[in-house]
């Protein structure tokens, strides 16, 4: 089955320390990766993708992303937290050419504490 | 610029009865989608539309109606409304032909169902 997991309901991290947030994915051939970002009472917002090329993918808000195709991982990170950045981020999948196939993960709520 | 739009952003209904959700979107973007969102679930699709009269089922269909008379304009109907389609409901576009272009979403429409 295609899927996408994010294994942590929950990461805590110090405004100023770098964060990452986990996903990893199980997608037949070479899939579109992204990450969203979702805050209370709001619809998603873009945040980067990963369609192929360079591993290390730069997006809004100084967030990067780095792919892994032999751990099927798509991890988000920022070198230093903000507490603005506490919200509900969401990684996603979808296959080539096929809509009907794109996948969310269940969240990862972000706390940034001051 | 309005991007994308839901209307209502909240509703409540009884079971049984017919709810219509809207969605309008100011870019001219071929695809548009309709998710559900569940504490523990992500976002699951619900239909999408790769153009005006063309829909197609995602992963958790059963219950819903869609159509595509207007580029611009994708509803969503509930015919007959269950309390299992209480949910937050979210409808997004799509300029890009391949699944690697990133969705647009709109703020959501929070649908409570007695």
């Known amino acids: 089955a295609q899927s996408v997991a994010q294994p942590e309901d929950q990461v805590n991290v110090a405004e100023g320390n770098p964060l990452t947030v986990k996903c990893t994915y199980s997608v037949s051939g070479n899939p579109y990766l992204f990450w969203y970002v979702q805050y209370p009472n709001r619809g998603l917002q873009f945040l980067l993708k990963y369609i192929t090329g360079d591993n290390l993918v730069k997006g809004s808000y100084g967030f990067e992303a780095e792919f892994n195709k032999s751990q099927t991982s798509f991890h988000l990170k920022k070198p230093s937290a903000l507490v603005s950045d506490s919200a509900l981020y969401f990684c996603?999948?979808?296959?080539?050419?096929?809509?009907?196939?794109?996948?969310f993960g269940s969240g990862t709520k972000l706390n940034v504490k001051p | 610029d309005a991007g994308i739009t839901q209307s209502p952003r909240y509703k409540i209904t009884e079971t049984g009865r017919q709810v219509t959700l809207m969605c309008h979107q100011t870019?001219?973007?071929?695809?548009m989608f309709w998710y559900r969102q569940d504490l523990g679930h992500g976002l699951r699709l619900i239909y999408y539309?790769?153009?005006?009269?063309?829909?197609d089922k995602g992963e958790v269909p059963d219950g819903y109606v869609v159509s595509r008379s207007k580029t611009e304009n994708f509803p969503l109907t509930l015919e007959s409304a269950t309390r299992s389609q209480t949910s937050v409901y979210f409808c997004?576009?799509?300029?890009?032909?391949?699944?690697?272009?990133?969705?647009?979403f709109g703020d959501g429409t929070r649908l409570s169902i007695l």
């Open positions: 870019w001219s973007h071929s695809y």
């Open positions: 539309s790769a153009a005006a009269d063309i829909t």
């Open positions: 996603a999948v979808s296959g080539r050419y096929n809509f009907n196939k794109f996948y």
């Open positions: 997004a576009s799509s300029g890009g032909e391949l699944s690697n272009q990133p969705q647009h």
